[in-house]
């Protein structure tokens, strides 16, 4: 876009599983276990040269993960995890070909819910109870490569 704006675009995929919630009461009557995993990011990322061989950049954006919520439920529960990314960022390009990436950024999830939990009835009027949760993930990183 110029000699100091440039844009990327890209994918980023993070493996493993993480367990976001699990409850476990006395009776082993409300037993629900959240896992999520095969996180992925789809995002923009507008960059300004700051230096010959310096930039810094913004990222912005759209996270997804596979969910999974099990146990003692008779109600609904939500079957998708997904959000936005935000996240700062600085790219340094050394006279070797070598780059230094370093990015802090936040994921924020959108609620995640539970209804009708339990197999006992948990007060005189039958009522179960529900739960909502509301993930936010913060990271931080460094790359090294090699630019070819």
Do not use: C, W
């Amino acid at each position: 876009l110029g000699d100091t704006l440039f844009v990327s675009v890209g994918y980023s995929k993070t493996p493993g599983a993480a367990e976001i919630s699990k409850h476990d009461d006395a009776a082993n009557a409300a037993d629900i276990k959240v896992e999520a995993d095969n996180f992925r990011t789809m995002y923009i990322a507008p960059s300004i040269a700051v230096s010959e061989s310096s930039a810094i950049y913004i990222k912005l954006g759209n996270s997804e993960a596979d969910l999974s919520i099990t146990g003692d439920y008779t109600g609904t529960a939500s079957t998708e995890l997904s959000g936005s990314t935000v996240a700062f960022g600085t790219t340094t390009l050394f006279p070797s070909g070598v780059f230094v990436r370093a990015e802090a950024g936040l994921t924020d999830y959108d609620q995640i819910q539970v209804n009708d939990i339990g197999t006992a009835d948990s007060d005189s009027a039958g009522q179960k109870g529900d739960v909502v949760a509301d993930p936010t993930i913060a990271y931080g990183g460094v790359t090294i490569g090699y630019k070819f």
